[in-house]
C-alpha cells in the first residue's frame, strides 16, 4: 500500500467547459509547436495553488482540507478569464506551454496566500518566482 505521495499541491479542478476549451487549444498547440514539449493529460488540468511539499503522507495530506476550509470560507466566487499562452521555464525553450490567468488575480493571490499560510507546515520556505497563477497544458 502507497503510504506517501511525491509533489502534492493544493489545486482548484476546472469547470468542464474550461477544461474542453483547453483540451482543444493544447491539441492545435501539440500540431504547430516543437515536439519536446511536454503535455498534461486534459483529466488533470488545475489551477495549482500551493504546493505541499516533495513527499506528503497519507495523514497529513488528510489535514489539509479541514486545513483549509477556514481560509477560503469567507472568499465568495472569484472571476478569472484565460489570458494567453507562455512557456515555462520561460519562451526561449520552453518544456510546457501555460494558459496565463487574469480577470480578479488579485483576489485570486489573496486566496492562494492564505492557503500558503495555513499549509505552510508542510511547504517549508518558498523558492522561486512566488505564486504565478497559470494552467500547464
Known amino acids: 500500500m502507497i503510504d506517501t ?28 509547436v516543437i515536439a519536446d514539449l511536454r503535455w498534461n493529460d486534459p483529466s ?5 495553488m500551493c504546493p505541499l511539499g516533495d513527499t506528503m503522507t497519507i495523514d497529513k495530506l488528510a489535514m489539509i ?4 476550509e477556514p481560509a477560503i470560507r469567507g472568499c465568495g466566487p472569484i472571476t478569472l478569464t484565460l489570458q494567453g499562452l507562455e512557456g ?3 519562451n526561449v525553450q520552453p518544456r510546457y ?13 489573496t486566496l492562494q496566500g492564505a492557503i500558503q ?3 505552510g507546515q508542510f511547504t517549508g520556505p518558498q523558492e522561486g518566482r ?4 497559470h494552467i500547464v497544458l
Open 44 to 48: 488533470e488540468f488545475v489551477l495549482n
Open 97 to 109: 506551454v501555460c494558459m496565463k490567468i487574469g480577470g480578479n488575480v488579485q483576489r485570486l493571490m
Open 5 to 32: 505521495f511525491s509533489r502534492a499541491f493544493v489545486g482548484y479542478k476546472l469547470p468542464q467547459s474550461v477544461g474542453t476549451a483547453l483540451a482543444e487549444i493544447q491539441m492545435t498547440l501539440k500540431r504547430k
Open 130 to 133: 512566488g505564486f504565478q497563477p
Open 65 to 68: 482540507p479541514s486545513m483549509i
Open 117 to 119: 499560510r495555513v499549509t
Open 88 to 90: 515555462l521555464p520561460n
